[in-house]
């Protein structure tokens, strides 16, 4: 029920899908239209990986008037991340990530 | 968008009314949100205030609405970072729906201005303390780093 890990994995295993969320991550709060704008994605296509990210509560929605709105829900990605990665590593992964995002640019990893 | 905000969502394996004690009781807020208390008498109105361990108010505001054990919701001023403080009150909403065997929690916090500095900060601590509370209330164990006020704030 809710953030069942392998509905996460799954939701995060197609590029379309990190992509939409990388779009909820820069402006969270958007409407199906927004989202469409701009994407290589029919937006058939948009609704249906929509569809799978919120089963998977990386992404929540809630309706303001007659729009609903698209966050990104980073709880459930967080929970696994605390599963492997215990108090002690935390710090010496910032720091390589910090390393790497240095090294590399702002690119995409 | 003429506001920030966030949406946060976690399922708990617990009821409606435990979650609720877990939120606002000090035994539990100190072992989650990180050596915290809330001060309030929880009814329409009052006052709200979070203290942090070395006695200042962190943040405070007021009870706008209230409907135990579904829904609460706080005005709420940071006074820790002077840009947060002068941006005034934002909004923070917790609802709780029970489904079966779990609990929805939803949490809310918005501003009615665009790229709010508090908005920014408390968006980044609420997924560790939300993932903290959901291991406190279905192990009884609060995550590494969350029973403590970090260091230098």
């Known amino acids: ?109 | 968008m003429a506001e920030s905000e966030f949406v946060y969502v976690t399922y708990i394996r617990t009821t409606a009314e435990k979650l609720w004690q877990a939120l606002t009781e000090p035994e539990f807020t100190r072992k989650f949100w990180v050596d915290t208390v809330q001060e309030c008498e929880w009814k329409l109105g009052a006052s709200w205030t979070l203290r942090v361990p070395d006695g200042r108010a962190a943040d405070t505001g007021e009870v706008v609405e209230i409907d135990r054990p579904r829904k609460l919701v706080l005005t709420w001023q940071n006074h820790l970072f002077p840009e947060c403080e002068a941006e005034g009150f934002s909004r923070m909403t917790y609802l709780l729906e029970a489904q079966g065997e779990v609990v929805k929690l939803t949490l809310t916090h918005s501003m009615e201005k665009k790229n709010s500095v508090t908005i920014s900060k408390v968006s980044n601590g609420w997924p560790h303390l939300l993932a903290s509370l959901k291991s406190l209330m279905e192990t009884g164990e609060s995550l590494p780093g969350t029973d403590k006020w970090p260091e230098g704030i």
């Open chain 1, 1 to 109: 029920m809710g953030a069942d890990v392998d509905l996460v994995f799954k939701a995060l295993a197609a590029p379309e899908r990190r992509l939409l969320l990388d779009r909820l991550r820069a402006d969270s709060g958007q409407t199906l239209t927004q989202l469409c704008e701009r994407m290589e994605m029919t937006r058939q296509a948009v609704t249906k990986h929509l569809k799978v990210l919120e089963a998977a509560t990386l992404v929540v929605t809630r309706w303001r008037g007659r729009e609903k709105l698209h966050y990104l829900n980073p709880v459930p990605i967080h929970e696994i991340s605390e599963r492997w990665i215990g108090k002690y590593e935390r710090g010496r992964l910032g720091a390589l990530a910090d390393l790497k995002t240095k090294l590399e640019g702002e690119g995409n990893g």
